[in-house]
């Protein structure tokens, strides 16, 4: 037995510096520092030991092998570049060449204009914004008016480039820095600065004179030459890209530009736009003086370190002219003054006007004293501007009890365009104890922290220190907040100050803040429910698992009303209920579920399935005392078990509806030979491993979600998506058989294997192989659709091949050894076996004789390859490498012999080391690969906030 | 369409282990995905699940070489290295049991390290200690264990 180091406290300083020592001098190290403690010193050179043992004891990863390898290797296929588009891709006869930005509305690429040999950027649209019915026909109606535009001083608009569902715009390129660039926080000498602005001024003439509005004007739209010419990007944009009007009663040209873009710029936005009222050329003669302003004085006339606060200075304060540096002229000055009226029509109402003051400038003194205007009562701005961004919550109320004592409302709370709700396994949505503030969990900008949002604020404001944090949850007074923060349960005060650690919680907690200023949580390390004072300490153990019953896990507490009883959360394996643990420490199971939160009234709500169920809950008795309903569905939750939902002590309840996280998403495209692509008119989704139908018309796929992963079958000409199968577990890898009638698939349902269902669903689902242990994955079928090929995933790196004839379930391996071989494929005239085997160090495609792998083995790819596809026809075999799909021509007369393979088109196949996800069409003239598509992002997220919500479940709860 | 109604009804319960390991690692090598952040909490659970699955396999090989009659044709001569690794994992999961009641956070490191694979890095974001901490326990862990093995 070892003696245990922490009997001695230095022991741990001693080993980092021993292990910061080079090897040879570790030893002699150790001896001096632990002088006579001979035991201590065994017990280190130990450990030391083992920095420099290389005997394969215990080696990271070394449970690894035996069957998780396939999870792990198709986990590692999907590479999201969130690119719509590749270097080579084409639109129309634009060729791609490099992503140059992305923004808002879709990316922007250099390409190569194959017709006119020059370079253009295109400006490809989301899939997002290119499906919205209408938003098509008039943003291609709004960039014929933008095409006719034409001045040295505005990047032109060529006109617009479609592909299948890609829409782009092709717009004039332009090279070098934009003013924002060039001001990064500092003035440009007043004559760089005039001179600039008078070309700016002249470009925006030209626009107005053929009635167009740029609406969107800012420092980072204009681009500056090295010879001092300008050019102004994305003329007309902001209106051409604009959704549909927000409100139903509004008129287009009233939200002109969308929220994103209203949010991103409210520095240059004028007090009409800040409104949302209706705009004309003064907007962008305002934004006009807010750029020369800025160009001046170094600093932007009207800045905030929010939104907020910016466009409160837009409608309030007027920007500080004494910043202005001495030597600008009177002219300029006026001019400012005039573009920065906030009343439009006391602004200056022609640009042109604005080149007569540039004449006009020449070195002067200082002019009158800005006449104050007339203040507005912020408090009516903020709500219109609210309106207008779509920031303040919409009161909707759907439904109105007449019973209940206290009304039921229902709310949308939206968030700011651009923050993304992110849940995890802890709850991602806090509710304050008197429902009035909702904290939850997002990422702005691709940073996740914490959100608090009052119900009576206009906006959302981050909490400071709360970066990357999780599990949010509230102090029974509502003034501080707990929460996980890597691993460390942190709380802060929500009235300010900085976030303090009460305790290490590594794994993740889930916790609650009891009435006697304790804390209890659990982590899934710790495993069990603990409790910690809230001014930090030591946590003590609360519960023990009964692994009798198979507990792994409790989780998810939360406080009864008398301060002294917890509800939790108890898995168990694959079973889990929601319990109590009474005050005397004993733990009663109350029902299948999880993640259960206590109403006033006496109701538990908590999950059951992914949705919130209710049941009447007599606290006293601590029992159930009636069945259990569901009550809410479309609830977002984690793996079934946490649901992001949130409840306060008046009964509110807000929750964060499903399907707003950004997921990775993939399409289905045709190529032909040539690489031109046809993209199958099927909405893109979590698609991966496909096969095509033998007649072409259905195409069965793995659609993964949340933890559930079902093969599915996609109608491509009916356009329908129909499950085939529906165990709560893995189902993936779909075979179709040559004839059509039937698809088989791999299951990790309860006694896994592969199995093989009807195609059209119909009839039972029948067992092909067993296994107790390696993966068995389907490939493909012979010719004769009697034998089934697949692959035996023996450990992550090695795989063999093998074939099994039902309906004798002996699994009989073809091909073994201490490497990966898989996704064969047996010719179409039965005799010849395709492969994919990295035994030389890298996958190359091989053939070999089939049933008698033994007699030979040929090897086609030269260069790498995956994934061998034989023709219809027998003459070709396809495979794939990384940059494309090749075709090597084959003969059989005498042997097997093939062509050195040609490569057909270049495309990023999706797939990863299982091979790529395509299929050949039944003519060997097209192929349909699985693409990555951008990642699905909701225009603007929203929570839901019920009022009240108990009033409603208990009556539901009573009804007979 | 079929995919939002499939949501709605949630599907069943699969917070099986296996649901749970396969959505970690899709999760741990999604990162391209910038909004998950917690990471370590990722790595903990799926480590854990691991050690659980890994056993649980192993168990079941284990049954099955002591007679136990699946219907299973084994597959040549393969069942034999897996029953090797099978006793060697499940000897090692007999060990941790023991040595996490000597020492929690070393049979935690090990789920992390030998279970699941995860990198030092990985580890000390999993169980909130630092890199070197991570380097240092796992060589104590490892003595600790050869000891016992011994």
């Known amino acids: 037995m070892m003696p245990d180091l922490t009997r001695w406290p230095h022991a741990d300083q001693l080993l980092d510096e021993a292990l910061a020592l080079p090897a040879h001098e570790r030893d002699a190290f150790l001896r001096r520092a632990t002088g006579a403690d001979a035991e201590l010193l065994a017990a280190l050179q130990a450990v030391v030991a083992e920095a420099a043992s290389h005997d394969g004891f215990l080696v990271p990863g070394g449970a690894l092998s035996g069957t998780l390898g396939e999870e792990v290797v198709q986990s590692l296929g999907p590479e999201e570049s969130g690119l719509l588009l590749t270097p080579g891709a084409r639109v129309e006869h634009y060729e791609i060449v490099a992503l140059i930005g992305r923004g808002g509305m879709g990316e922007v690429y250099r390409a190569r204009d194959q017709r006119l040999h020059r370079d253009v950027a295109l400006k490809v649209l989301r899939a997002r914004f290119a499906r919205e019915p209408g938003r098509i026909a008039r943003f291609q109606r709004e960039a014929r008016t933008l095409a006719s535009l034409s001045h040295s001083g505005i990047g032109a608009i060529y006109g617009v480039a479609e592909d299948g569902e890609i829409e782009a715009l092709v717009l004039e390129l332009v090279e070098g820095p934009t003013l924002a660039q060039c001001l990064d926080a500092r003035a440009l000498p007043v004559s760089e600065a005039l001179a600039i602005g008078r070309r700016v001024a002249e470009a925006i003439e030209a626009a107005h004179a053929r009635g167009i509005l740029h609406r969107d004007l800012k420092p980072a739209n204009i681009k500056l030459a090295p010879d001092g010419a300008i050019k102004i990007l994305d003329f007309g944009l902001a209106k051409a890209l604009a959704p549909e009007p927000l409100w139903p009663n509004s008129d287009e040209d009233l939200t002109g530009e969308s929220p994103g873009i209203l949010l991103g710029t409210p520095a240059y936005m004028s007090p009409e736009q800040v409104r949302g009222e209706p705009v004309d050329e003064r907007a962008d003669i305002w934004a006009f003086g807010c750029i020369v302003y800025e160009m001046l004085a170094g600093v932007r006339a009207f800045p905030g370190a929010s939104a907020t606060e910016v466009m409160a200075r837009v409608l309030e304060r007027n920007p500080d002219f004494d910043a202005l540096p001495a030597s600008t002229p009177e002219s300029i000055r006026r001019l400012l003054r005039r573009a920065l009226e906030k009343n439009p029509r006391r602004r200056l109402g022609h640009i042109g006007d604005a080149l007569l003051e540039f004449d006009d400038a020449s070195p002067a003194g200082r002019g009158p004293a800005v006449a104050a205007v007339p203040p507005r009562l912020l408090q009516a701005m903020l709500v219109l501007m609210g309106l207008a961004l779509g920031v303040l919550a919409t009161f909707l109320v759907l439904r109105r009890e007449a019973a209940p004592s206290r009304s039921v409302s229902r709310f949308m709370v939206p968030l700011p365009a651009g923050d993304i709700p992110v849940t995890g396994f802890q709850p991602a949505v806090a509710l304050s104890p008197d429902g009035r503030t909702i904290v939850y969990r997002a990422s702005r900008n691709g940073a996740v922290q914490l959100f608090r949002r009052d119900l009576d604020a206009l906006e959302p404001r981050p909490i400071e220190g709360t970066e990357n944090a999780t599990g949010p949850f509230f102090s029974p007074d509502g003034r501080s907040l707990g929460f996980d923060s890597d691993g460390v349960l942190k709380r802060v005060s929500l009235t300010g100050g900085s976030p303090v650690v009460i305790c290490q919680a590594p794994g993740g907690a889930t916790a609650a803040w009891l009435p006697d200023d304790s804390i209890v949580f659990a982590t899934n390390t710790g495993r069990v429910l603990q409790r910690v004072p809230a001014s930090g300490g030591a946590p003590v153990p609360l519960t023990a698992l009964d692994t009798s019953r198979g507990a792994t896990l409790h989780l998810l507490p939360q406080g009864l009303p008398d301060g002294r009883t917890l509800l939790f959360t108890i898995v168990s394996g694959a079973g889990r209920h929601i319990a109590l643990r009474l005050p005397s420490g004993e733990i009663r199971v109350l029902a299948e579920g999880t993640h259960a939160r206590f109403l006033p009234g006496g109701i538990l709500v908590f999950s059951r399935s992914g949705s919130l169920w209710g049941a009447p809950f007599d606290a006293v008795r601590h029992a159930l005392t009636g069945p259990a309903v569901p009550l809410v569905e479309g609830i977002e939750h984690t793996d079934n078990a946490v649901l992001h939902f949130a409840t306060a002590s008046d009964g509110s309840l807000t929750y964060l509806p499903a399907g707003q996280e950004v997921g990775s998403v993939q399409r289905l495209v045709w190529f032909d030979r040539s690489g031109r692509q046809t993209d199958v008119d099927l909405e893109p989704g979590p698609y991966t491993r496909v096969s095509l139908s033998p007649d072409d018309r259905a195409v069965a796929l793995t659609q993964r979600e949340r933890g559930n992963t079902d093969v599915w079958v996609a109608n491509l000409e009916r356009r329908t998506l129909s499950r085939l199968t529906f165990e709560p577990t893995i189902e993936t890898m779909p075979t179709w058989s040559p004839d059509g009638t039937r698809i088989a698939f791999r299951s990790e349902r309860e006694g896994p294997g592969i199995f093989v269902r009807d195609a059209q669903g119909a009839g039972p689902t029948e067992r092909l192989t067993s296994t107790d242990g390696p993966i068995h994955s389907p490939y493909s079928w012979t010719p004769d659709g009697r034998t089934l090929l697949l692959a035996v995933f023996r450990s992550f790196r090695q795989q063999a091949i093998a074939s099994v004839t039902p309906p004798d379930q002996t699994v009989r391996v073809l091909l073994d050894g201490e490497f990966a071989q898989l996704d064969p494929h047996v010719s179409p005239d039965g005799r010849w076996l395709a492969y994919q085997s990295d035994e030389s160090g890298r996958f190359e495609v091989y053939v070999r004789p089939y049933p008698e792998v033994r007699a030979g083995r040929w090897q086609v790819s030269t260069a790498g390859g995956t994934s061998p596809r034989w023709s219809r026809d027998g003459r070709e075999l396809f495979f794939v490498d990384e940059s494309g799909l090749l075709s090597a021509a084959v003969s059989v007369g005498g042997g097997f012999a093939a062509a050195p393979p040609r490569r057909l088109f270049r495309v990023k196949p999706f797939g990863g080391r299982l091979g790529a996800d395509y299929e050949v069409s039944a003519d060997g003239r097209r192929f349909l690969f699985i693409l990555g598509a951008p990642a699905r992002a909701p225009a603007t997220a929203e929570l839901v906030y019920v009022q009240h919500w108990a009033e409603e479940v208990r009556a539901q709860l009573t009804q007979p | ?150």
């Open chain 2, 1 to 150: 369409m079929a995919r939002a109604q499939l949501r709605r009804r949630g599907g069943r319960d699969s917070l099986e282990t296996a649901g749970l390991v396969n959505e970690a690692y899709l999760r741990l090598v999604d990162q391209t995905r910038a909004t998950w952040r917690d990471r370590g909490h990722f790595f903990a659970v799926s480590a854990m699940a691991m050690r659980q699955i890994i056993v649980d396999h192993a168990r079941r090989r284990a049954r099955l070489k002591r007679g136990g009659d699946r219907g299973v044709v084994p597959l040549d001569d393969v069942h034999e290295p897996a029953a090797r690794e099978s006793h060697q994992v499940l000897e090692i999961d007999r060990a941790l049991t023991k040595l996490a009641s000597v020492n929690e956070r070393l049979a935690r490191l090990v789920e992390c390290r030998y279970f699941a694979g995860l990198t030092e890095e990985e580890t000390a974001a999993a169980l909130g200690m630092s890199v070197r901490t991570a380097q240092r326990e796992w060589f104590k862990a490892k003595a600790w264990l050869r000891r016992e093995l011994a």
